[in-house]
């Protein structure tokens, strides 16, 4: 059976260069992407299982790459990650479908649960 893709898109390097590793350990095959718009020209939305994805980017931020793939009618869990502690926005991007969203630093284990429950399996 092929490993589940999880995809993470993230401007800062060291959420590239260390999520993968956590990621792995979890099991996932993992892709890095280190903005919105990198992401949709690598044509790796159909075999994306979950997004892990930065709100605040340069360009296309989080909100917005939520957006345009909920506007080409593409279904992949989201979760949210943000070194911005803001209860609002948690309402906003919840309201818009996403799974969860984990504020920077989260655990291991946050990080787990809301995959699983992207997965469908909690």
């Known amino acids: 059976m092929d490993k ?3 995809v993470v ?3 800062d390097e060291s959420v590239r260069e260390s ?5 792995k350990e979890f099991g ?3 892709l890095t992407f280190s ?9 790796s939305t159909a075999r994306t299982s979950c997004l892990v994805l930065d709100i605040a980017m340069p360009g296309m931020n989080g909100l917005d790459l939520q957006k345009e793939l909920k506007g080409r009618g593409d279904k992949i869990p989201i979760i949210f990650i943000t070194g911005k502690r803001d ?3 948690r309402k906003r991007v919840l309201e818009q479908g996403a799974v969860d969203i ?10 787990r649960q809301a995959l699983h429950k992207a997965m469908g399996s909690d």
């Open 4 to 6: 589940l893709v999880v």
């Open 9 to 11: 898109v993230d401007d």
């Open 19 to 23: 999520l993968p590793d956590l990621l």
């Open 28 to 30: 996932f095959a993992v």
């Open 35 to 43: 903005s919105a718009e990198e992401f949709l020209a690598s044509g």
């Open 87 to 89: 209860e609002s926005i």
């Open 102 to 111: 984990l504020f920077k630093p989260f655990s291991d284990t946050a990080l």
